[in-house]
């Protein structure tokens, strides 16, 4: 059980890394940035959940129980930060979206320069995030809480 | 050119990666690093004393600190990653770098795991994967050597570093150490 959740964590980190490298690289975290997401926000979720997987490694390793229960609370709190920023996504990415069905496939691109407000949502950095991520971090992340509340309940073998 | 290298130079998160001009990766780097290089000096030392146990269990926990200290580094050096613009040829010594470094602490989890299961404390095979792996850091340290001392990757521009070279007396002309130097001349 510790043993899934260590690689459904670790493939979860995997999808969390590209995308904080894309909203980085976009310019999401510097001081005029084009972003919806607090960077304190951001990046609170990505240290609280590299410090969850630290503790997991080490819980791996000496199968200290409270360790478990460490992780599992870690979590959960990494957890909401991250729906706080999917959310968020999310409202964006349907506010751009609805503005540029307004006009024909053909014709998107261009109703994007114009850079009607909603609009300029689809230019916000963190948009550039493929969907599929997105989806992908969050059903292994899910994934991921439950087999550590499993391990931590003791469920199963380790 | 100026404005893709002066990207690289600032920090994604002054928090997380340091303040401009003082990044926290290569500090963090120090502790993996020095607790591999001891853990080796264990290994060999192991071969040459009475009483092998405490040196081949003091190796073993050097190698953990030095995964999970790694770790630490790794996660700062993913900040400083994603500042250097792709495409170019810092980028692409910064991923081999990554890569590397990833693929050493790897090694040195599985050298940790392996240290559990064998008896002798003075087993070559362990001592060997740790003496790769130490090669390999070399290699990779020397990359980020590149990245810092030859293409700036998180140091000041060039206006902030002379800073430091201008006199006191003629960069702070009316401050109280200026007129004090100024005095004693």
Same mark, same amino acid.
């Given at each position: ?48 959940? @590299?410090? &969850? %997987? ?9 199968? =200290?129980?409270? #360790?478990?229960? !460490?992780?599992? /609370? ?44 909603? @609009?300029? &949502? %689809? ?9 599929? =991520?997105?989806? #992908?971090?969050? !059903?292994?992340? /899910? ?16 | ?185």
């Amino acid at each position: 059980m510790a043993i899934a959740a260590l690689v459904t964590w670790i493939i979860t980190a995997g999808f969390g890394f590209f995308m904080l490298g894309t909203w980085i690289s976009r310019g999401g975290a510097r001081a005029d940035a084009s972003s919806h997401f607090p960077p304190p926000v951001v990046f609170g979720h990505f240290l609280l959940a @590299a410090a &969850g %997987l630290i503790v997991w490694i080490v819980y791996v390793i000496n199968d =200290a129980t409270t #360790l478990a229960w !460490v992780a599992f /609370v870690d979590l959960v709190v990494v957890a909401v930060i991250g729906d706080v920023l999917v959310l968020r996504w999310t409202r964006d990415r349907r506010s751009a979206n609805g503005s540029a069905a307004t006009g024909t496939t053909s014709d998107r691109r261009a109703s994007t320069d114009t850079m009607t407000a909603r @609009a300029r &949502g %689809l230019q916000l950095a963190e948009q550039r995030i493929p969907t599929a =991520a997105v989806v #992908l971090h969050g !059903v292994f992340a /899910v994934t991921t809480v439950v087999l550590v509340l499993l391990a931590a309940l003791e469920v199963g073998g380790s | 050119m100026g404005e893709t290298s002066n990207r690289a130079k600032e920090p994604a998160s002054a928090l997380l990666a340091g303040p401009y001009g003082h990044p926290f990766h290569p500090i963090l780097v120090t502790v993996p690093i020095g607790a591999w290089v001891s853990s080796l000096v264990f290994d060999v030392a192991a071969h040459f004393v009475r009483e092998p146990t405490a040196l081949a269990t003091g190796a073993r926990w050097l190698i953990g600190i030095g995964v999970l200290s790694a770790l630490a580094a790794a996660a700062v050096g993913f900040l400083d990653f994603f500042m250097i613009p792709a495409g170019t040829r810092a980028h692409r010594v910064a991923i081999t770098h990554m890569v590397l470094n990833l693929s050493i602490t790897v090694v040195f989890a599985l050298d940790f795991l392996w240290r559990l299961t064998t008896v002798s404390p003075t087993s070559v095979g362990p001592l060997l994967l740790s003496a790769l792996g130490i090669a390999a850091l070399g290699v990779s340290g020397s990359l980020g050597g590149k990245l810092a001392y030859r293409y700036g990757v998180r140091v000041v521009d060039e206006a902030a570093q002379a800073d430091g070279f201008l006199t006191i007396h003629a960069s702070r002309p009316d401050s109280p150490v200026g007129s004090f130097v100024d005095e004693g001349d």
